[in-house]
């Protein structure tokens, strides 16, 4: 496609169940971030994918939070025992490269109920 | 590490006014300073960088300043529309993948 893209655009849950969160990043770029953004803030660095590697996972706020990209291209975000802190907008990004521009895609807004 | 303070949280210009946002920084070996634009319900898009090796860049009705010295960057809209309404974000970064990133700014363009 011609942009990043995220599914699903909205994800409710409940209070301690698994979630996946989806991101298929523009065709050819590398480099792959996934942020969180809550209400009225900027977006917080959660992960960092150099090809298929996790070359930075420091954001990742605790272990219930996992995050994968087996091919080097589509990228999936798992929360477990999703607890209400966890409710935000989850941010996904590509560039061509780690000091490249980075493209968004338009978000999954989670609830945890 | 970086921190980076943008002000302000909201600005309501005129249509057809100038627009200006401020950031600070910390980290004076910073070197790449983008903004972007987010519209409800969007992720952020990139409207104009710069880097540490330059002072100013424009690009059409925009155009970004920065003071080294200072640790300051603006970010100027000139001859605002009613589509220049969204929330616009200032990051900072030491050159690698690590963006840090303001509160961001809620701009309003009255008509």
């Known amino acids: 496609g011609a942009g990043v893209s995220q599914t699903p655009s909205n994800k409710v849950t409940e209070k301690g169940k698994y979630v996946e969160l989806r991101c298929d990043p523009i065709s050819g770029h590398t480099a792959l971030y996934w942020y969180r953004q809550s209400l009225g803030q900027g977006p917080e660095f959660l992960i960092y994918f150099q090809g298929t590697g996790a070359a930075d996972d420091s954001g990742l706020p605790n272990d219930r939070f996992f995050a994968v990209r087996p091919e080097g291209s589509v990228s999936t975000l798992k929360i477990q025992r999703t607890e209400r802190g966890d409710s935000a907008v989850y941010l996904c990004?590509?560039?061509?490269?780690?000091?490249?521009?980075?493209?968004f895609g338009s978000g999954t807004q989670l609830s945890v109920l | 590490g970086e921190n980076v303070e943008q002000h302000p949280s909201t600005l309501s210009v005129q249509e057809g006014d100038s627009a200006v946002i401020k950031c600070t920084y910390s980290d004076s070996a910073s070197n790449y300073f983008p903004w972007y634009k987010q519209e409800l319900g969007k992720g952020p898009q990139l409207i104009i960088d710069?880097?540490?090796n330059v002072g100013e860049k424009k690009d059409q009705r925009i155009a970004v300043t920065l003071n080294k010295t200072a640790k300051h960057f603006s970010l100027h809209i000139t001859e605002t529309q009613p589509e220049d309404s969204a929330v616009y974000f200032c990051?900072?970064?030491?050159?690698?993948?690590?963006?840090?990133w303001g509160a961001g700014t809620k701009l309003i363009i009255k008509p």
């Open positions: 990004a590509s560039s061509l490269g780690a000091n490249e521009k980075l493209f």
């Open positions: 990051a900072a970064s030491l050159g690698n993948y690590q963006l840090i």
């Open positions: 710069i880097r540490s």
